[in-house]
Each structure stands twice: as structure tokens, then as C-alpha cells.
């Protein structure tokens, strides 16, 4: 049974590449070569899914997806589409009509060659071809500011949206029953009782400790006390000073 679900897995996972890139894919190319509007509605919904789904804000790595995004899109939809082209149209307009011509040119399956033709057609009919470096300046400064206020944006809203899947909140009983109390209280007891055994000196000792420091033999006294207690030195010292 384990191998007939491996194999009906493998044909499943098959059967979905084969209807991805022998079907959609072929659509997906041809939207993205042929049709303006189709680049630019793909990469911003791309770009919405990535920002949306990872949380993603202005301090954790939007940034860097906006960068991505607008340098990608320079160069993918560098002929934009007409409302993308509005800003720069009105731009344009006091030296005459702006016109983006963008051909695709099929050589061999999976070989193309694009090219982005920009033109400002003058009222007396004298047509001037600009570069197209200023086409892919506005591309890209335009795709920066676009993807910015979508990006800010979504964080906001996603950032106001509770977990998927939090995290379960264990609560525990902290209730303690008679029994549980006296066997607390009577271990405290008992590590007190063992952290002050040692600290107390025994009465001959402590008659020794007199005597020396009567004499002034403060350090004798002090390794004294040391060696039958586990006093650290400072502890011994203001111990036989109290004595």
C-alpha cells in the first residue's frame, strides 16, 4: 500500500509539471512577451503574495524585496503599460505625444529578442527617439515608489491580523495542596538547616580563635576557623573581627 501511494505521488507530481509548463507556462510566456498589462498585474501580485505572506515590514527585509522587485521590473516591464505611462506622458506633454512601442521578436522556440522604442511625436509632426535608458530610469524609480506604499501598506494591514496558527497557551494548576505545602516547607527547612551547619564553628575551636586573636595572630585564627567550617575567606575574617 506505502508503494502504490509513492507511485500515485510521483504521477500526481508529474501530471502538475507537465500541465504547468506544457500548458500554463506556454500562456504565462505569452502574456508576459505580448501583453502589457499582464507583466505588470504578475509581478505586483507576486510581489503582494511575498510581502503578504511573510510579514514582512520596513524592518525585517522589505526593502530588500522592494529592490529586488523594482530592479526586476526595470527590465521586465521596462515598456510599462498605458497607466504606468500616464506620469510620464504628462511629463512629456509640453514637447509633444509620447509613444512606447515594444516589439518581440520570436527567432527559434525559447529565443527572443525585445526591444523598447520611445518617441516624443511633436505638433509639427518631427518625430525624436530618446533612449531608452530614460525609460528604464522611470521604470525603476516608478516601481520604487509603487511597490513602497503597496508594501507599506500590507504590512499595516498584516501586522494588525493574529497569527495563522498561534501558539497554545498551557496553563497550569499553581494551587498547592496540604500535603505538597508540608513537603515544601519541610525541604526549605532542611536546605536552610544544611547551608548554616557548616557555618557555625564548634565551641573549642572557637575558645582557640579567642585566644589567638587576643594574642594579634589574626591569619592563624582566620585559617582556623577556615578549616573547621566552610567559610570563604572573607566570611572568616569578619567572623573572628565579631568574635
Known sequence: MKNVKILLGVFAFAAVMVVLFGWGGPIVLKLFLHNDYARSVILLVVFSLIVYGKRMNWSNGLVIVIALFSFFGMF?????????????????????????????????????????????????????????????????????????????????????????????VVTVDETLTPEMERRVAAELKRREAAGTALKVVPEDVQAQVRQLKQEGQLIPAIKLVRGHSDMSLGEAKQYVERL
Request: positive net charge.
Open 76 to 168: 521586465i516591464d521596462s515598456s510599462g503599460n498605458p497607466v504606468y505611462n500616464k506620469p510620464l506622458e504628462w511629463i512629456i506633454s509640453p514637447f509633444g505625444q509620447l509613444q512606447v512601442d515594444r516589439h518581440v521578436t520570436n527567432y527559434a522556440p525559447g529565443q527572443f529578442s525585445i526591444t523598447e522604442n520611445v518617441t516624443i511625436l511633436k505638433p509639427d509632426g518631427e518625430v525624436t527617439r530618446l533612449s531608452s535608458i530614460w525609460l528604464y530610469l522611470y521604470r525603476l524609480a516608478q516601481y520604487m515608489v509603487l511597490y513602497s506604499i503597496i508594501g507599506t501598506l500590507l504590512s499595516a494591514i498584516r501586522g494588525k491580523q493574529p497569527e495563522r496558527w498561534p501558539i497554545p
